[in-house]
């Protein structure tokens, strides 16, 4: 079964630093483009972070860009998303989603997000 | 950032009416736009790709159109486990989504 699943979220004060992991199952995940899309509560959806399947191309929102750094280990099937300096508008579910081959920011499979809470 | 505008925010409808939704984009994005379905407490699933393409698995009764700035997602007819929130997004540029069409039983 093709399949994602996040962990690492939970609650953090305003400043403080997270990191989120997605793990792949039932696909060649070195194969396949991924990001990080995120939902505040009861809010719409926000792209967060794109990576090529080598890593070496990343794209960030304006609103993470210099706080947040998305990786991936292909060895160990697996993305990251390192969030410093954390804010209280950074509070979301955070889904880790697989990009259909060949439509670039067509998310085909999603995992069943981790919530992350920003607060004092 | 491209803007995507959806069009209603909510509506009701009843089991079997033709639903459509539609989606503005701030400027032409050709036909990179994407459908998503949400259900309550679930991740987003992927129901049409490139405005008109239907996505693997998803049932025959969904279908999307437009090209530019217009775009449109059409319930033929509507299924009781098609009570959801339903997003556009554009893969043009940096992706950007709709606020959501929330779509309710009558």
């Known amino acids: 079964e093709v399949q994602l699943v996040e962990s690492g979220g939970g609650l953090v004060q305003p400043g403080g630093s997270l990191r989120l992991s997605c793990a792949a199952s039932?696909?060649?995940?070195?194969?396949?483009?991924m990001n990080w899309v995120r939902q505040a509560p009861g809010k719409g959806l926000e792209w967060v972070s794109y990576i090529s399947t080598t890593g070496g191309t990343i794209y960030y929102a304006d609103s993470v860009k210099g706080r947040f750094t998305i990786s991936r280990d292909n060895a160990k099937n697996s993305l990251y998303l390192q969030m410093n300096s954390l804010r209280a508008e950074d509070t979301a579910v955070y889904y880790c989603?697989?990009?259909?081959?060949?439509?670039?920011?067509?998310?085909?499979?999603w995992g069943q997000g981790t919530m992350v809470t920003v607060s004092s | 950032d491209i803007q995507m505008t959806q069009s209603p925010t909510s509506l009701s409808a009843s089991v079997g009416d033709r639903v459509t939704i539609t989606c503005r984009a701030s400027?032409?994005?050709?036909?990179?736009l994407n459908w998503y379905q949400q259900k309550a407490g679930k991740a987003p699933k992927l129901l049409i790709y490139a405005a008109s393409s239907l996505q693997s698995g998803v049932p025959s009764g969904f279908s999307g159109s437009g090209s530019g700035t217009d775009f449109t997602l059409t319930i033929s007819s509507l299924q009781p486990e098609d009570f959801a929130t339903y997003y556009c997004?554009?893969?043009?540029?940096?992706?950007?989504f709709g606020q959501g069409t929330k779509v309710e039983i009558k």
């Open positions: 400027q032409s994005i050709g036909n990179y």
């Open positions: 039932g696909f060649t995940f070195s194969s396949y483009e």
């Open positions: 997004q554009q893969s043009y540029k940096s992706p950007t």
């Open positions: 989603a697989r990009e259909r081959p060949s439509n670039r920011y067509a998310f085909d499979i």
